[in-house]
Each structure stands twice: as C-alpha cells, then as structure tokens.
C-alpha cells in the first residue's frame, strides 16, 4: 500500500516535472530573446510595410527605366521624367520616413505618429507615381 | 530594329514587375513590426540602392551659369 502511495507520489512528481519543463523553458527561451521581439502596433506595421513596398516599387521602376534608357528616353519622355524626379526626390523622402518610423518607435507619441504619417503619405505618392510610369511602359 | 528594341524593352519590364511584385507578396506575408535590426537593414539596403547606377539621375540638379558680373544667369 505504502508502496504504490510513493509510486503514485513519483509518478506525478514526474508528470509535473514533463509539463512544467517544456513550458518554464519555453519562457525562459522568450524571456531571454523578448528584447528584439518586435509588438504588434498596427500603426507601426502598416508604416513598415508602406516604406518597404514604396523602395521595392520605386526600385524596381527605376531598374526597369535604367535598363531601357535610350528607347524611353526617346519613346516615352514623359516616363523618363517621372524617374528622373523620382531620382531625384525620393531617395531624401524615404530616408525620412525611415527616420520617422525609427522616432515614432522610440517615442510612441502622437506626435511623432502624425509626422510618420505625413512621410508616409509623400512618399507612398511617389510609389504611386512609379506604379503608374510602369504599367506606361507595360502598356503594348 | 526599332521592334526588336521594344521587344526588349517590353521583356525586361515584365522581367523586372514580376520581381517587384514577388517582393511585395514577400512584405505582405509579413506580420508584426520589424525588430530595431531589421528597420536599421531596412534602411541601410536603402542607403546602398540610392548609390546604385540606376538612382543616379542624368545630370544633377544645377544652376545656370552666372552672367559676368555674378549677379544673375548668363
């Protein structure tokens, strides 16, 4: 009886012990890497993923214009203008809704948030106008 | 001539849409904030893309050149 009593004891001792291990090592394993995780503020996120697409589009828009110069250059001007501006004004524009995010981030004001959006708001124009100088190009 | 140029340029186009599109279905599928790494990665690719070929413009943005006496355009 005292026998199986101890058993029984060890027996759930164990079991506790292979529940709990899994779950304290998991959040030890969180805990110790929580400093670069990032939050989900949907103010942030959707910042992040305009400036993001924003560089891809207008990156690609003007690969695309470079790779083709001459004959754009002659056969459509208006496309070639629209990269040239963008050559010219984007790349300041991005670095400072990069930089807005990175003070937004580190402040959470709403200060700060009014002008991540307001950067934000310029420079996913731009993406804009690059999409619509592609589809130009695109267009038999 | 002229429609094998365009034919060209028609391709590369496409070519260079179908990877830019393929890297917005990339950033879409992203969920959550960039960590501080991945925003400072974020920016220093940008950086380096503006010293690329392809972001310099023809000819800089420059003044006339002054008159004589450098009080105005020539």
């Known amino acids: ?140 | 001539m002229q429609i094998i140029s365009l034919i060209l340029a028609i391709l590369s186009v496409v070519e260079q849409s179908a990877t830019t599109v393929d890297k917005l279905i990339e950033i879409g599928r992203r969920s959550g904030e960039l960590t501080d790494d991945q925003l400072a990665d974020l920016r220093a690719r940008m950086a380096s893309a503006f010293a690329a070929p392809h972001w310099r413009p023809d000819s800089p943005a420059t003044l006339p050149p002054l008159n004589d006496s450098g009080t105005g355009p020539a």
Not at chain 1, 1 to 23: C, D, G, I, N, Q
Not at chain 1, 40 to 46: E, H, M, P, T
Not at chain 1, 109 to 124: G, P, T, W, Y
Request: glycine fraction near 4%.
């Open chain 1, 1 to 140: 009886m005292k026998k199986t009593r101890s058993f029984s004891l060890v027996f759930v001792m164990l079991l506790a012990l292979v529940v709990a291990l899994p779950l304290g090592g998991c959040s030890w394993f969180t805990s110790s890497t929580a400093t670069t995780q990032p939050s989900g503020d949907i103010v942030v996120v959707s910042a992040e993923k305009s400036l993001e697409a924003a560089f891809t589009v207008i990156d690609g828009f003007l690969l695309a214009e470079h790779q083709n110069r001459d004959y754009i250059k002659s056969k459509l001007p208006a496309v070639h203008a629209t990269a040239e501006q963008l050559r010219r004004e984007s790349p300041a524009m991005l670095r400072e809704a990069g930089d807005a995010i990175a003070a937004y981030k580190a402040a959470r004001a709403e200060i700060q948030r009014d002008a991540m959006e307001s950067k934000l708001a310029s420079v996913s124009q731009m993406a804009a106008q690059a999409r619509t100088a592609l589809a130009t190009i695109n267009k038999p």
